[in-house]
């Protein structure tokens, strides 16, 4: 493949791994992790603040969504680089992968028995930061394994898990809406727990005892987290993810509330129409992701295709501010989903190809990573803060339409990548 000028060089792919299993094995590892974000942030952790106050307290449901993000910020980059570190038999991320999920499954079970808002946040924090060291290790498999003329083909395998988890997790509520009173905890452990499986013994890890040894230097160790942003193009994409991720996590944070509320959805109705209407946009998201992750390989041009990613997704917020009704949101969830569907197939392709150094893989994808986790801390707050000052959730739309073109200019910018 044609090297664009001025772009960083490819990562060191490990020889010896076999490509096969990956297609299947590295999606539903990505899936599983969304599922938890997915099932818990969206449905269970509402509806577990609405039993503990009474209501629809957002002041409540923000504290318990802000302090995870805050802990999974600082966990996902810090578990990238000591995985990047990991010398063992058993490879550099297998045994971070089967020891977050067994921690993780602990604190849920903490979380399921929480009775007041600070226990509920404080566990979820626990769930979040262990479960960010499960999404490190994973996403590292992809520079570690794929070469570079399949990264768009697993971009777009790997982008698939967010749409696959919220088909799956919209159908289960969707049939089973009391699981929101708790019950899901316990499906969401078994998801975890299989999914781990898989992957390290369905697509093993190699042994990495034979790697040359990195000796810890905290200075050294904590001024890692800094170099990557100092590359431009690095810098640029990071901003990209970030606004992408807060433009979608300003509405989705506040989802449960607004279509209750802003929408008109009765109460009893609230948990099966949100199951409907994520449905709806992640089989949108899915029909973009394989159309464009195959796609974006054959003409290489990554950058085009997020930067029309970003300008969609500032339009379909559009929409529901002219049609606030189920219908609407039904249509915004299409478009919206298409958007999705479009960033998440060349996002990790494009992150891939502007990483700045191919033997820190791990610690760099986790910072990039701080853009996925960033959104959820500052989106609460700032959303809390929107309904209850700035017009409510009307106005919501309207900081995620901004938000979702200064991404779009992030893009721009990108100069390594077509």
């Not at 599983?32 to 609405?50: I, K, M, R, S």
């Not at 990209?240 to 509320?261: C, D, K, P, Q």
Request: glycine content about 10%; hydrophobic content about 55%; some cysteine.
């Amino acid at each position: 493949m044609k090297q664009v000028q001025g772009a960083a060089p490819p990562t060191a792919v490990t020889p010896g791994f076999r490509l096969g299993p990956l297609y299947v094995t590295l999606p539903v590892a990505n899936a599983a992790v969304f599922f938890l974000w997915l099932t818990v942030g969206a449905f269970v952790l509402p509806a577990h603040v609405q039993r503990i106050t009474g209501e629809n307290n957002v002041a409540a449901l923000g504290l318990a969504n802000t302090i995870g993000p805050l802990l999974a910020t600082i966990a996902n980059p810090v578990f990238g680089q000591i995985s990047d570190r990991t010398r063992s038999r058993f490879g550099r991320r297998s045994p971070w992968i089967l020891g977050c999920v067994a921690l993780g499954i602990i604190a849920l079970a903490v979380q399921a028995s929480a009775s007041t808002v600070l226990m509920l946040g404080l566990s979820w924090a626990a769930v979040q930061a262990i479960m960010n060291g499960y999404q490190a290790a994973v996403t590292a498999i992809l520079p570690d394994r794929v070469p570079e003329r399949r990264y768009g083909t697993f971009s777009g395998l790997v982008g698939l898990g967010v749409p696959l988890a919220t088909v799956v997790t919209s159908i289960v509520f969707i049939a089973y809406p009391e699981l929101a009173q708790g019950g899901a905890y316990y499906i969401v452990m078994v998801v975890l727990a299989a999914a781990a499986l898989l992957i390290v013994f369905g697509s093993p890890d190699k042994d990495s005892r034979d790697l040359p040894p990195q000796p810890l230097n905290l200075a050294q160790f904590f001024a890692g987290f800094v170099r990557p942003l100092k590359s431009r193009d690095f810098a640029w994409a990071f901003l990209s993810r970030f606004g992408v991720m807060a433009g979608y996590m300003i509405i989705f944070t506040f989802n449960f509330f607004l279509l209750e509320e802003f929408i008109g959805i009765p109460k009893g109705e609230v948990v099966q129409k949100m199951g409907i209407l994520m449905l709806i946009g992640q089989v949108s998201t899915i029909a973009a992701v394989v159309i464009v992750g195959p796609l974006s390989d054959r003409v290489n041009r990554f950058r085009l295709f997020a930067l029309i990613a970003g300008i969609a997704s500032a339009v379909s917020l559009v929409i529901p501010l002219l049609m606030p009704t189920f219908e609407g949101m039904i249509i915004y969830n299409v478009v919206h989903g298409i958007a999705f569907g479009i960033y998440g197939a060349v996002d990790m392709a494009l992150v891939t190809k502007v990483l700045p150094n191919a033997h820190e893989v791990g610690k760099d994808l986790g910072v990039i990573n701080i853009a996925n986790a960033g959104p959820q801390i500052l989106a609460p707050a700032i959303a809390a803060f929107v309904v209850l000052n700035l017009g409510g959730y009307a106005s919501l739309f309207i900081v995620g339409i901004v938000i979702s073109l200064i991404a779009s200019f992030g893009v721009m910018k990108i100069k390594g990548v077509r």
